[in-house]
């Protein structure tokens, strides 16, 4: 009995052994090769996991933090095409968001969502790692609350921001990331609150303010400031 129990040890051992030593191997050209584990420096627990074919990440690999419970916190798809299909989770497992990387970059579609929950928050588009076309963001609920557009990383054209209702509360053109153009603003009931264009971020020209709906009154921009007059001092001998 004895005589069998170290035998079974012996070759759990010499297996555990062998499966160690296949792990983090390379090449004849140096090139990571196989099963791969990355570790924390200071903890040394496992960072990631995953597979390589000759320097070529392949599979799916995993990510870990660097806490005693070890959570997987990302996984990256090296099967889905180019790129690496990433899922970012919070700490009970819950997505945080999910698209493709290539090259180290964003591309393509992006999504994010609300905090502990499976509902979308953002949806983005991305070209090399910057902002490019349509960005909606959603209430929990799952209505619209904004709507924007971006070219090269900049936001460029219509902008509109919902109350979770359905009422638009801003109404706002962008050139080269700065508001430019008319900009009409309402307020929570739907009832017009100010009106007025924008020139390279800043309001100029006539702008008109409402209260309830009803107009109250018009301001030219940029705002002139008046200075109290003031009498000299006389000079004293």
Do not use: C
Request: proline letters at 3%; aromatic letters at 14%; a positive charge.
């Amino acid at each position: 009995m004895k005589k069998a129990m170290v035998l079974l040890l012996i070759f759990l051992f010499g297996t555990l052994s062998a499966q160690q030593q296949s792990d983090n191997q390379v090449d004849a050209a140096g090139k990571k090769h196989g099963p791969w584990k990355g570790y924390y420096e200071t903890s040394k627990r496992v960072k990631y996991e995953g597979a390589f074919d000759h320097g070529k990440e392949t599979g799916i690999f995993k990510f870990y933090d660097d806490t005693k419970a070890h959570v997987m916190i990302a996984t990256r798809d090296f099967t889905k095409g180019n790129g690496a299909y990433t899922i970012f989770y919070d700490q009970k497992g819950n997505k945080v968001s999910e698209g493709n990387v290539v090259n180290k970059q964003y591309e393509g579609e992006w999504k994010y969502y609300h905090e502990a929950s499976p509902v979308v928050m953002t949806i983005e588009f991305y070209k090399a790692g910057k902002l490019s076309g349509a960005r909606k963001t959603f209430y929990k609920s799952g209505k619209i609350a904004e709507e924007e557009n971006y070219v090269n990383g900049i936001r460029e054209g219509a902008y509109k921001k919902y109350t979770e209702s359905g009422i638009v509360l801003e109404e706002v053109t962008y050139k080269k990331g700065q508001p430019d153009g008319i900009a009409i603003y309402r307020d929570s009931d739907g009832n017009l609150a100010s009106k007025g264009p924008y020139v390279n971020g800043l309001k100029k020209g006539v702008w008109e303010f409402y209260k309830g709906g009803k107009f109250e009154k018009k301001e030219k921009y940029p705002l002139r400031r008046k200075f109290a007059k003031t009498v000299p001092k006389p000079v004293e001998d």
